[in-house]
């Protein structure tokens, strides 16, 4: 027999005789792969005891944080599992020019040194009318606030309206109303059944009373009525004695 089948010989006798070891260690290897945890599962099954972010790190239940650098709003860790759920963000300002929108609630960064109202736009601490009775004024921190003109009751009652002024004007100056009629003021005005009427007028102004005081005005009692006299009574009235005849009563003569 030749050397090499010699060697082969041996070869395949040795290979018989390791083989029930390798069959023993392949069923022990297979059997404690089946014990390791899930590769799936880096950290094995936390549900239910603690969260871990996208970088690794552990918080414990009710722990908030960020899961990842790309997430803006935060995470609350819970027995089911982080919640991620949008705060309710403040309202950007009307007038911000640049907003940052990095953060989980946009962040204004920049506001325009003026005022919008209605519309417009007004530099700061400038005035403006926004009506013929109403004046604002745009403020230091970029609020506007309005007055209303306060105008005193007119003297008068048909004021009018004109043009680029607020409050109304008395163009007939101070009157006032006797039923529908109006009357000058400063004037005792006469009117039918013998009734005086004038505007109030009190402590150096117009009583804002829009109707008349009025007085009824007595008729003075006419003088008593004469009857004419004819020539001839006139004449007796006016003779004298010297022109009756004189007769005298015989009976009182002693």
Same mark, same amino acid.
């Given at each position: 027999? &030749?050397?090499? &089948? ?153 004021? &009018? ?18 039923? &529908? ?74």
């Amino acid at each position: 027999m &030749s050397t090499s &089948s010699l060697a082969l010989l041996l070869l395949l006798f040795l290979r018989s005789a390791r083989s029930p070891g390798v069959a023993a260690e392949y069923s022990s290897s297979s059997s404690s792969s089946s014990k390791d945890p899930d590769p799936d599962y880096e950290f094995g099954d936390y549900r239910g005891k603690w969260c871990v972010d996208d970088r690794g790190y552990v918080y414990g239940l009710g722990d908030v944080y960020h899961p990842g650098p790309g997430a803006a709003c935060p995470c609350t860790c819970t027995a089911d599992g982080p919640v991620c759920v949008r705060p309710k963000c403040p309202r950007i300002h009307p007038r911000c020019t640049r907003v940052r929108y990095r953060a989980c609630c946009a962040v204004c960064e920049a506001v325009a040194k003026v005022c919008v109202y209605g519309g417009r736009t007004y530099r700061l601490l400038e005035e403006f009318r926004v009506s013929r009775c109403e004046r604002c004024r745009c403020g230091a921190n970029r609020e506007v606030y309005c007055s209303v003109s306060d105008c005193p009751a007119p003297h008068c009652v048909n004021p &009018s309206f004109e043009p680029n002024h607020c409050c109304p004007v008395c163009k007939s100056g101070p009157n006032c109303f006797v039923g &529908s009629q109006i009357i000058p003021a400063g004037e005792r005005v006469d009117m039918e059944d013998s009734t005086v009427c004038y505007c109030t007028y009190r402590d150096g102004s117009w009583h804002i009373h829009p109707q008349a005081t009025c007085e009824h005005q007595p008729q003075d009692s006419p003088p008593p009525a004469t009857v004419p006299h004819s020539p001839r009574m006139m004449d007796e009235e006016h003779r004298g004695w010297g022109e009756r005849p004189f007769n005298p009563k015989l009976d009182a003569i002693p």
